[in-house]
């Protein structure tokens, strides 16, 4: 037994060079399947990390229109109801577009009991909600621009005209890896009560509000209370739609579909690609060896053991490249996960995605073998001996 | 020097018909995925910039950058609407359209998920200005009613919104009267109704853009200065064309980095192939090699030979893969353009150039991964070779 | 050596002076040519003869241009080829040398019309004239009507006939043959020795012929013995 594990590991190795071309080719492969997949997560993050106890409610036609504020007292009066806040997409601009993170006007209190991912000192967060010029970021957020409490962070808004500046009065802290870090939150009273102070200000903008984020009790009646909301408005000027946090999150998901689902199929194309070239190396390896193949057989060893000491050689190839590949996997996330930055908040490797990276590897070793060794299964022999020289 | 035939060198490939196969699939594989991704962002950009028209000049409010977060009030418009320069139909009448646009949530046909879809507030004047578009069935919504067009796009894609059909948004039920055909622009997944109903339906009191057709195109920059200068205005204006290919941008650079990234680290996956394969080739005809030095083909000749020999192969991946690419030309996509949040229609577009462009990157390929076997087969001895021949 | 007798003989197709040549395996230093001197004079057939490991082939490699020889000089047709560059010696085989292999070395995916035509893409020849060339030289070899075959589908002897033919087909001054009937049966190599003498007969080609046959060394007009790298007798038949 000891000597037949020699020769696998010799055999497997004996040609250097196309031996470490193989591994390169399977280590990108395996890197890449990885890290499509892990991209491909994190555009669900935003809804994993989502709350089972939580709703949103946004006007029916669409997210860009807003709901009235007084809305906000009917909803809180909705059985069932725990917590109300609501929240203002506000869209604007750190310096250049590039930079783009997401800014909320939120009410602080209520908007802070509802989340309490967000992990905030105390005295901080009695320092941001006692100026309301204040704002508090994300601790991924803070470290990519460089910022310390007690900044100023001028914004230029798009949906909101003109430049607004905030003082920056707490970084928080996500409870764990899926919280997004990369957000701003300031007072919404300050964006409500700055549009109210403009010339030609619209009213029906001023006291508006994007969404309402509702607060449960049981999340098991998510949706009765989601129709209860809805009932309260319907047929009136601003209808309301509510879903759970969690729908609320895929929607966003749902319209990068085609693009997600490119990624996806580009995934599984990797590794059709270094299945070829593995069942080509594959192949050529177990050409070259038919002279000792039908040697085996004439020692008397039988066609199956030939067959599996070139599986086994296949799948040893696979798995040493897929081992090194789910390797340099993790430092390559975190690298890419700091160069998307904020377009991807939460860049992290799944134990499910290393798990299908080694199967992956698996498969390409399993799928790499079966044609040489139905090949080599079927010799003649003495056709076998005469390959030799 | 004097070369070897081509023959030679493609009957080889023949010879080893799996492998060429396997080599040539992983090529094909990547070849697709590159040369769809260029058609991906050819096609957004396409679509985008048939959207403009050369002398329409597009007016939003300072800073907005897309048409959802612009609002231009209607004594604006009439400053606007009053300048110099601007052309006239045949009835005398300035060639403005003051549009309402606004976003709503609908629906997809099949899996009913819901997307954001533009719904356009215009008139008459609004299809004088965009000539690419055309009524493709039914009629134009008339003045003063609650009757839609739908765009293309939009009529085959989202529930309710074929001809005869019905939408119901912003309060009350629009009846589909038509269907336009927006030659693969932006309109095609657009919704258009008369201007001031969508006005009244979404409670608004603000136009969200003006476009304008100028008498003389060459005259923007003279109009824009106008704008510019007016302190009542508060607007900017870009020509239509620049308009859209902005919009188009983060778009399609996004898919054409993210394509690119992955093309490149796929390439490397095929290139490993191609050597291993290469590898083997010269290994196999080692004899050949020296048989043929000693005829008095150079070193060089050799190399060439090896050479081609990678990259015919490649170019038979490049064509195949080419060929399964251009087939996608049929497959009409959407998604949604993140920064107009809504959703585009476009089609995966071949041209010449990205067809040179790949058939290029598939012998760039084949170069790479020929390169260091044809080097080390060119480095060989005869005496070498001959021996083990 | 005098002058005059100088002046009376001509020049040798092949002058070799004080050639040596020695290999390194590992901190091993292994001579294998030690100092020889041949001269063999154009239209001349000799068979080079002696044990393994002898230098026979290695010999015939630097007669050919295919080796570097470590000192002494080479010269054929008054051109001392151990200075030429590598391109230029390539250029020169492709002018000067015909092969023939002990295994034929023919190129599998190549029609035998197309391999004897291989030596003659080196030349300026238009692809009628080359076409011309092969024709006559496959009849020459009488294997015009195999002209299409390729090599898998030839017997042994027929394949040595075509590489036969494509050392001809370039119209060199000298052929050199490495065991030319070494893979084949007594019959099939009797056969391709007869064709080699009559080629010599009939063109005047010199050839350079590596064997350890006896029987075939009797068709050449001279016998050149080598042992350890030194030319020990030379015997000459005299047909």
């Known amino acids: 037994m000891l000597l037949l594990l020699r020769l696998l590991l010799k055999n497997a190795f004996r040609h250097k060079l196309r031996s470490a071309l193989t591994l390169i080719g399977l280590v990108v492969a395996i890197c890449a399947f990885g890290l499509l997949r892990t991209i491909v997560d994190a555009w669900y993050a935003g809804a994993e990390a989502s709350a089972s106890t939580r709703l949103v409610t946004r006007s029916a036609v669409s997210l860009t229109f807003p709901l009235p504020l007084n809305y906000g007292e009917r909803i809180r009066a909705v059985q069932g109801v725990s917590g109300l806040s609501w929240a203002n997409w506000f869209g604007g601009v750190y310096v250049t577009e590039r930079n783009f993170f997401p800014q909320f006007a939120v009410d602080p209190p209520s908007y802070l009991a509802l989340y309490p991912e967000y992990v905030l000192p105390d005295a901080q967060r009695q320092d941001f909600l006692r100026d309301r010029q204040g704002a508090i970021v994300g601790r991924k957020l803070a470290d990519k621009f460089g910022w310390r409490v007690g900044d100023q962070i001028p914004l230029r808004g798009t949906i909101y005209p003109g430049t607004w500046s905030f003082t920056l009065r707490g970084i928080y802290d996500g409870v764990d890896a899926s919280t997004d870090e990369q957000q701003l939150l300031f007072h919404w009273k300050y964006l409500s009560e700055s549009i109210r102070q403009r010339p030609g200000a619209n009213p029906a903008r001023v006291d508006s509000v994007g969404v309402y984020v509702v607060g449960i009790r049981e999340a098991d009646d998510a949706a009765l209370i989601s129709q209860r909301i809805d009932a309260l408005f319907r047929n009136s000027l601003a209808e309301t739609l509510t879903e759970t946090e969690k729908a609320f999150q895929l929607s966003f998901v749902s319209m990068s579909e085609a693009i997600l689902v490119a990624i996806q199929a580009v995934s599984l194309i990797i590794v059709v690609i270094i299945m070829a070239v593995m069942a080509n190396t594959m192949t050529m390896t177990a050409r070259e060896r038919l002279a000792e193949y039908a040697t085996l057989r004439v020692l008397g060893f039988s066609p199956g053991f030939v067959v599996r000491l070139l599986a086994a050689e296949s799948l040893l190839i696979a798995l040493v490249g897929g081992l090194f590949g789910i390797a340099l996997t993790l430092p390559l996330a975190a690298f890419v996960g700091q160069a998307v930055g904020t377009l991807l908040p939460v860049f992290r490797v799944s134990e499910l995605t290393l798990l299908l990276q080694l199967l992956a590897a698996l498969l390409v070793g399993a799928v790499a073998a079966a044609w040489p060794a139905w090949r080599i299964s079927r010799i003649d022999i003495v056709a076998g001996l005469r390959h030799v020289g | 020097m004097k070369a070897l035939p081509l023959s030679y060198i493609a009957r080889n490939l023949w010879v080893r018909r799996v492998t060429t196969v396997l080599t040539a699939l992983g090529m094909a594989l990547v070849v697709f995925v590159f040369a769809t991704v260029l058609m991906m962002s050819e096609g957004i950009r396409a679509t985008l910039v048939a959207t403009g028209q050369p002398d329409n000049m597009l007016v939003l409010r300072k800073g907005a950058g897309a048409e959802i977060n612009s609002a231009i009030a209607r004594t604006q418009a009439a400053v606007v609407e009053s300048l110099p320069g601007i052309a006239t139909d045949a009835l005398g009448r300035r060639l403005v359209s003051k549009e309402p646009v606004a976003l709503i949530n609908l629906p997809k046909r099949g899996s009913g998920k819901p997307s954001n879809v533009t719904v356009r507030g215009t008139s008459d004047l609004g299809l004088t200005l965009r000539p690419q578009v055309r009524l493709a069935e039914g009629r134009m919504f008339r003045p003063g009613t609650s009757e839609i067009v739908t765009g293309r796009a939009i009529a085959d894609g989202f529930v309710g919104a074929g001809r005869g059909e019905t939408l119901r948004f912003g309060g009350r039920d629009w009846t589909v009267v038509g269907v336009l055909d927006a030659g693969r622009s932006g309109f095609d997944s657009e919704i258009w109704g008369d201007s001031e109903q969508m006005m009244q339906a979404f409670r608004r009191r603000d136009f969200s853009s003006m476009v304008v057709r100028l008498a003389d195109a060459g005259d923007f920059e003279r109009t824009r200065a106008a704008i510019d200068s007016d302190p009542r205005l508060l607007l900017e204006a870009k020509p239509e064309i620049r308009f859209y290919a902005e919009q188009s941008e983060a778009l399609a650079t996004f898919i054409s980095i993210l394509g690119t990234a992955l093309s490149v680290i796929f390439s490397i996956g095929a290139i490993v192939g191609a050597m291993i394969t290469m590898f083997a080739a010269v290994a196999q005809r080692v004899g050949e090699i020296g048989t043929l030095r000693a005829l008095g083909f150079r070193r060089g000749a050799v190399l060439v030979a090896f050479l081609a020999e990678a990259m015919l192969l490649a170019l038979v991946g490049g064509c195949v893969g080419l060929a399964a690419a251009s087939l996608m030309q049929t497959v009409n996509i959407s998604t949604t353009n993140f920064q107009t949040f809504s959703e585009l229609a476009f089609r995966f577009t071949l041209t010449p150039g990205i067809a040179v462009e790949t058939l290029l990157f598939a012998l760039l390929m084949g170069l790479l991964g020929g390169f260091i076997p044809a080097w080390r087969a060119a480095r060989l001895s005869i005496v070498d070779c001959l021996r083990e021949a | ?239």
């Open chain 3, 1 to 239: 050596m005098n002058a005059a007798a100088a002046d009376a003989l001509p020049p040798p197709l092949i002058r070799i002076r004080a050639l040596s040549k020695a290999y390194q395996r590992g901190a091993q230093h292994i001579p294998v040519l030690q100092g020889v001197d041949l001269d063999v004079q154009r239209g001349e057939f000799i068979a080079l003869m002696g044990p393994s490991g002898s230098g026979k082939s290695t010999l015939l490699n630097l007669i050919a241009g295919i080796d570097q020889p470590g000192g002494g000089r080479i010269e054929i047709g008054g051109i001392d080829i151990a200075g030429l560059s590598e391109g230029e010696l390539a250029d020169w085989r492709a002018a000067n040398v015909g092969f023939i292999f002990q295994f034929y070395n023919l190129l599998p995916v190549l029609s035998a019309a197309e391999n004897i035509e291989l030596p003659l893409l080196l030349t300026d020849l238009t692809r009628r004239q080359r076409r011309q060339h092969v024709d006559a030289v496959l009849a020459m070899v009488r294997l015009s009507d195999r002209a299409d075959h390729y090599p898998n589908e030839l017997s042994g002897g027929q394949q040595q006939r075509v590489a036969i033919a494509r050392a001809l087909v370039s119209d060199p001054q000298l052929i050199v043959a490495d065991e030319p009937t070494g893979d084949l049966d007594r019959v099939t190599g009797g056969e391709v020795l007869s064709l080699l003498a009559d080629l010599h007969r009939q063109l005047g080609k010199t050839i350079v012929m590596v064997t350890h046959d006896p029987k075939a060394a009797e068709r050449a007009e001279r016998l050149v013995h080598l042992e350890k790298g030194v030319l020990v007798a030379g015997t000459a038949f005299g047909h």
